[in-house]
């Protein structure tokens, strides 16, 4: 199993920043792609940002620009910067792992329990 804990999430206003973290652990053999996710109340959750093992990135449209994600493979971690939040980026942020496993090898999705993110006008 992989275990995603997640932190940095929390309340700030419009135009700050915010910088989450979530670290994988757990038999890890590899991880694919880690990200970041998102699900306002009364919406379905949507990706933010996802970065490949290799320099690839990717971004939802509402947030180029402004969100910066980055892993560190050694640390199995993956970070996501936040600037010039506004109030519509509020919402529960989680953090996505397609990972394999020493148990079974096989590629699957993981997710983290998710952290608030708020910010005011």
């Known amino acids: 199993q992989v275990q995603l804990v997640e932190s940095g999430g929390g309340l700030v206003q419009a135009g700050g920043s915010l910088r989450l973290s979530c670290a994988a652990s757990?038999?890890?053999?590899?991880?694919?792609?880690m990200g970041w996710y998102r699900q306002a109340p009364g919406k379905q959750r949507e990706l933010v940002a996802a970065?490949?093992?290799?320099?690839?990135?990717n971004y939802a449209d509402s947030v180029k620009g402004r969100f910066t994600i980055a892993r560190d493979n050694a640390k199995k971690t993956v970070y996501l910067q936040m600037n010039s939040l506004k109030p519509e980026d509020t919402a529960v942020y989680y953090c996505?792992?397609?990972?394999?496993?020493?148990?079974?090898?096989?590629?699957?999705?993981?997710w983290g329990q998710g952290t608030q993110v708020t910010v005011s006008s």
């Open positions: 970065a490949t093992s290799g320099v690839s990135t």
């Open positions: 757990g038999s890890i053999l590899s991880i694919n792609v």
């Open positions: 996505n792992a397609e990972a394999r496993t020493y148990s079974d090898y096989q590629l699957r999705n993981y």
